[in-house]
């Protein structure tokens, strides 16, 4: 099992940048696949950018080319570098590690991102 906590977030004007990181204070971390994911009001959480231990990532198309997602193993930390931010990428911004054998993976507590027009 595994513990994730993130932060970072917080409130910004359009075409600003934010960092969010998220920690794993348990378990195996290089074990993981880590994600972002972000939930609007409203709408149903999806997917942001992705990760797995040999660096791979991938990407959603809205924030393809301004996101970036980075993980330090040695820190068991995964960060997520967002440039360019839109108003519509305002959500609540969740953390997920997921296995093969469980891949819903565990959820960090989220955090919020607020972008202003």
């Known amino acids: 099992q595994v513990q994730l906590v993130e932060s970072g977030g917080g409130l910004v004007q359009a075409g600003g940048s934010l960092t969010l990181s998220c920690a794993a204070s348990s378990g195996t971390f290089t074990r993981y696949t880590m994600g972002w994911f972000r939930q609007a009001p409203g709408k149903q959480r999806e997917l942001v950018a992705r990760?797995?231990?040999?660096?791979?990532?991938n990407y959603a198309d809205p924030v393809k080319g301004r996101f970036t997602i980075s993980r330090d193993n040695a820190k068991k930390t995964v960060y997520l570098q967002m440039n360019s931010l839109k108003p519509e990428d305002t959500a609540v911004y969740y953390c997920n590690a997921a296995t093969i054998t469980r891949p819903n993976g565990y959820w960090g507590q989220g955090t919020q991102v607020t972008v202003s027009s």
């Open positions: 990760i797995n231990n040999g660096g791979s990532t």
